[in-house]
Nanobody
Framework: QVQLVESGGGSVQAGGSLRLSCAAS????????MAWFRQAPTKTREGVGY???????TYADSVKGRFTISRDSTKNTLDLQMNNLKPEDTAMYYC???????????????????WGQGTQVTVSS
């Protein structure tokens, strides 16, 4: 049984940083297709960043240059380093994993089989 558990969310001021972590069980993050999504109130869920099986990453234009996805094989986690946070980054952040392989690129939410419960990020101006 696959389980994804996010942590690291919180409240920060604009310009600050947070590091989210997604701990996986029953699933190997180091060689898998995974992503971070976010959803703000009244908005649809959007992809923030993706990591392909080969480790190549893709980011939404809104976070490019500020967010970085990485995998920690020793902890079996998927991490999201978020720098220079803006109020518009405020949302619930979700970790997602796919049971099949993927290449680099943007992938819709429906192709991901497993989801965490989310962690809230709030950025104040």
């Amino acid at each position: 049984q696959v389980q994804l558990v996010e942590s690291g969310g919180g409240s920060v001021q604009a310009g600050g940083s947070l590091r989210l972590s997604c701990a996986a069980s029953g699933y190997t993050t180091s060689t898998s297709c995974m992503a971070w999504f976010r959803q703000a109130p009244t908005k649809t869920r959007e992809g923030v960043g993706y990591i392909a099986n080969d480790g190549r990453t893709t980011y939404a234009d809104s976070v490019k240059g500020r967010f970085t996805i990485s995998r920690d094989s020793t902890k079996n986690t998927l991490d999201l380093q978020m720098n220079n946070l803006k109020p518009e980054d405020t949302a619930m952040y979700y970790c997602a994993a796919r049971s099949t392989s993927c290449g680099p690129g943007y992938w819709p939410a429906f192709v991901f089989n497993y989801w965490g419960q989310g962690t809230q990020v709030t950025v104040s101006s």
